[in-house]
């Protein structure tokens, strides 16, 4: 199996297909008249920028006085010259709109994600559950306005400090610290790995995909990636940090269609001379174009969808050969073995524990797991390669996903190829659970009782 050693640079969080953002705490202002675009268009230098809107709300525990909470907001507002206005109003310059809303309207569930908890004092889950009332902050400009966030979440600050509430980044569907609110958000300066998320979608028997959440409030389109092999998702979504980061250093597009990547000109701790020292180039070129997505809300406003240049779209092996290039090529081992029925023994067992996994696959791989098989290919010199297939559908009695491996001896195939399996052809599998946990790698037992170095499954 391919295994890359990489910092994980990126927020990255798991969702399944389907599952919407949270709504907007008001209904935002008409945004002046822009060229229009349409989906499939490259982007054109000089027409992605937007004015910038930023969303926050802040929980109220129960018994608070909603009166005196907004009236703080108010205060920080005019203290820092920001306009608090009416919801209808179309203000010139940067403004504020504060609604009284539910917590439920601002994306607050009662079957939130426990990630939430994880950034939540002892207790305060419990006192969360118990609140009716929630003020939402819609931030907006008419002009380019790199503090916006900022802005916004110091009034939100201010909000939470009077009346002990907590408060909800909308853009991003986190909690935030109240007492270092500003540390998170867009202002002065932007980091794309604290100041944004991204969301790694799959499920529904297909590849997922890689979607940023915070772009807008600097007055940047959405980025989406498409046809994300569940195996390489942590990798590309360092890389799609990069492209952010990129994006929003030179405020535009440099030519038309295209975003080019240069790690090595990127401010602050990327690793670049750890792709340098593994042979990476450092530099990625994507190819930009207006999407709808994922095509999930159809009035959602469009997105800059990234391609490789020359290939056709959702083409995963095109992708993972540009990251190789980008981060430098990890060659796979190959191995020539010869213990048969020791491996048909373990592959009986494997195939055993597939098919009582079957039910737990059946809408696709679950958010923030993975699936790899170990699949035989008819070799160019008529025998087989064993390589590892990246599993995102198993239905009935097939396995489809991407090759995992750089075939040795299969010019037809190469590394992220799609490819069928059938159950009766697997000889092993590495299921990695949501709790991080693996099971399978029967094969690898065998292996290290005949003296072959195999990292445990724990680093798989």
Not at 56 to 79: D, H, N, R, S, Y
Not at 425 to 444: E, L
Request: hydrophobic share 45%.
């Amino acid at each position: 199996m391919r295994m890359v050693a990489m910092a994980v640079l990126a927020m990255l969080g798991c969702k399944s297909r389907g599952e919407d953002p949270p709504p907007p705490t008001s209904t935002p202002p008409a945004s002046p008249a822009k060229a229009k675009t349409t989906a499939g268009q490259l982007a054109k230098r000089g027409a992605v920028r937007r004015p910038p809107e930023a969303f926050f709300a802040v929980i109220l525990p129960a018994g608070a006085a909603p009166e005196k909470c907004e009236a703080a907001g108010q205060a920080a507002a005019t203290k820092a010259g920001i306009a608090i206005v009416d919801a209808a109003a179309h203000p010139h310059g940067t403004s504020i709109v504060l609604d009284r809303t539910t917590p439920p309207k601002v994306g607050w569930k009662a079957d939130r994600s426990k990630a939430f908890d994880k950034l939540l004092p002892e207790g305060a889950s419990a006192e969360l559950d118990k609140a009716t009332v929630a003020i939402g902050l819609f931030g907006t400009s008419d002009r380019a306005e790199p503090r916006l966030a900022e802005h916004t979440a110091r009034v939100a600050q201010a909000i939470a400090q009077s009346c002990q509430g907590w408060i909800v980044d909308v853009d991003t569907n986190r909690i935030l610290p109240t007492d270092k609110v500003v540390d998170h958000v867009p202002g002065a300066r932007f980091d794309a790995r604290t100041m944004m998320v991204l969301h790694a979608v799959s499920g529904e028997n297909e590849l997922g995909f890689i979607d940023t959440g915070g772009l807008a409030r600097l007055g940047f389109p959405e980025l989406y990636l498409p046809a994300v092999p569940p195996a390489n998702a942590t990798r590309l979504a360092s890389l799609v940090n990069a492209t952010v980061q990129t994006l929003v250093d030179q405020g535009d597009l440099i030519r038309d269609g295209e975003i080019v990547v240069d790690v090595t000109k990127l401010a602050g701790e990327w690793h670049a001379k750890d792709v340098i020292d593994d042979g990476g180039t450092g530099t990625f070129t994507w190819q930009v174009k207006w999407s709808k997505g994922d095509g999930a809300d159809a009035d959602a406003p469009l997105v800059l969808e990234l391609g490789i240049p020359g290939a056709r779209p959702g083409d995963a092996a095109a992708l993972l050969a540009a990251l190789e290039t980008y981060e430098g090529e990890s060659p796979d081992k190959v191995q020539q073995i010869d213990f048969g029925p020791e491996l048909e023994t373990v592959a009986v067992k494997a195939r055993a524990a597939l098919v009582a996994l079957r039910a737990h696959f059946k809408k696709g791989i679950p958010p923030g797991e993975r699936l790899s098989i170990k699949a035989p290919f008819e070799t160019d010199h008529d025998s087989k390669e064993w390589m590892w297939v990246d599993v995102f559908a198993f239905k009935d009695a097939t396995f489809e996903g991407v090759l995992a491996n750089t075939p040795d001896d299969v010019k037809a195939l190469k590394l992220g190829t799609r490819v069928k399996v059938k159950l009766t052809d697997v000889a092993d599998f590495i299921h990695r659970r949501a709790d991080k946990t693996n099971v399978g790698g029967y094969s690898f037992d065998v292996m290290r009782k005949h003296g072959i170095d195999v990292p445990p499954l724990s680093e798989m």
